[in-house]
């Protein structure tokens, strides 16, 4: 049972480049969420998902996508990459229903925009 | 202003001291209240979560939200090294999506 996970680690950009983060889930939850978090500022919420196939803006959407085709798993996608991305990504997940307010976390990845 | 503000320290405690750290929070709609503790370069980990007002308690943790204040607080009894991390305090409405957070306090505990 791994929880969530997330993949790269770790990844160095150039300006202009794309990429794509993905976050994975076994817990079977219907929401999952990207964040992003920065020095001074917490962690803001960039998309989030409320069950497979639908997405949502949060706090800081500019400059980023995401997909939730399947269930277990929310991509988060930077088109055009700024050094203002430069930032540590996490992926959250929460299940359905009452009193499930609790949001579980992905380990991260940092992401260096050059 | 930020939905949640918190106290960004750092905050320095010997070993065994008390360690009370500290939120408020401006939305009167929010009802769940979080705690997760965050060590260096690993993702939150949820601590403590508590439903409206009151106090709850998990070993040398204990949670409190006052709502008549709009104060969130967590003490630490009998503070460990191992307790050395970023305290991250949340909350949320019943239902919403957007879950607030505070910017973190940094605890260390000096053996």
């Known amino acids: 049972n791994a929880g969530v996970t997330q993949t790269p680690k770790f990844r160095v950009l150039k300006t202009g480049q794309s990429m794509t983060l993905l976050c994975a889930q076994d817990?079977?939850?219907?929401?999952m969420y990207w964040y992003r978090q920065d020095p001074g500022m917490g962690l803001r919420l960039i998309h989030y998902?409320?069950?497979?196939?639908?997405?949502a803006k949060g706090e800081v959407p500019d400059g980023y996508n995401v997909s939730r085709l399947k269930k277990q798993n929310f991509l988060l996608g930077l088109e055009s990459a700024a050094p203002s991305q430069t930032s540590v990504y996490f992926c959250?997940?929460?299940?359905?229903?009452?009193?499930?307010?609790?949001?579980?976390f992905g380990p991260g990845t940092r992401l260096l925009v050059l | 202003q930020k939905e949640v503000e918190q106290d960004p320290g750092p905050l320095s405690v010997p070993e065994g001291a008390i360690v009370s750290l500290n939120c408020t929070y401006s939305?009167?709609?929010?009802?769940?209240f979080m705690w997760y503790r965050q060590y260096s370069r690993k993702g939150p980990e949820l601590l403590m979560y508590t439903y409206s007002s009151g106090n709850k308690e998990d070993g040398r943790f204990t949670a409190q939200v006052d709502k008549s204040s709009k104060y969130i607080s967590l003490f630490i009894r009998d503070s460990q090294p191992s307790d050395s991390a970023t305290y991250l305090c949340a909350s949320i409405q019943t239902g919403a999506n957007n879950l607030f957070f505070g910017t973190g306090t940094r605890l260390t505990v000096i053996p």
């Open positions: 817990m079977n939850h219907e929401y």
């Open positions: 959250a997940t929460k299940g359905a229903g009452a009193g499930q307010e609790t949001q579980y």
């Open positions: 939305n009167s709609a929010f009802q769940y």
């Open positions: 998902s409320v069950g497979e196939g639908t997405t």
